[in-house]
């Protein structure tokens, strides 16, 4: 198993896992997910792909991608707080025949390494509240709550 960069060619990988991200979110919340979709065009990830501010990175297993992490680095420089630079997961996925293989753990190391590496102060990522398995997953990394979103849904 080797995690990488994500190229071009890991593309069609990349949407399929993205689809299968977006119906775990709609199991999860269909109030505001819809059956059928995913984050990401083809256009969109090419674009991505090519953003110094962005990392998306692959596991690779037997030749197949099992696996991608999605990054942005974003900077703050607010008169409020201190300069930071923060290293926000956007998205992981693991195909589902893999889980619990050690490929999210191998996906978060090497988030980890390059969030050292640009010399980030923090690792950050959203979790859908109802998601426990990833929420364990991101607790056993060392992750604690930063914050919480609230809602009152008032299409209900």
């Not at 198993?1 to 999860?28: G, S, W």
């Not at 390059?114 to 990522?125: G, V």
């Amino acid at each position: 198993m080797t995690v990488r960069e994500a190229e071009k060619r890991d593309i069609p990988r990349l949407i399929d896992l993205l689809e299968a991200v977006h119906y775990t979110h709609h199991l999860l919340r269909p109030d505001i997910f819809t059956e059928k979709g995913r984050k990401y065009s083809e256009p969109d990830l090419i674009k991505i792909l090519s953003d110094e501010n962005k990392r998306v990175f692959v596991c690779e297993a037997d030749g197949d991608v099992v696996g991608y992490a999605f990054c942005v680095i974003k900077r703050f420089i607010d008169p409020m707080v201190y300069p930071m630079t923060e290293f926000y997961v956007d998205d992981i996925c693991v195909d589902e025949s893999v889980r619990r293989g050690g490929v999210a753990t191998a996906l978060f190391e090497r988030i980890r390494a390059e969030a050292e590496k640009i010399e980030a102060d923090r690792i950050t990522l959203n979790v859908w509240e109802g998601n426990d398995p990833a929420r364990r997953f991101y607790e056993k990394m060392g992750m604690t709550v930063m914050k919480t979103m609230m809602e009152i849904n008032l299409r209900k």
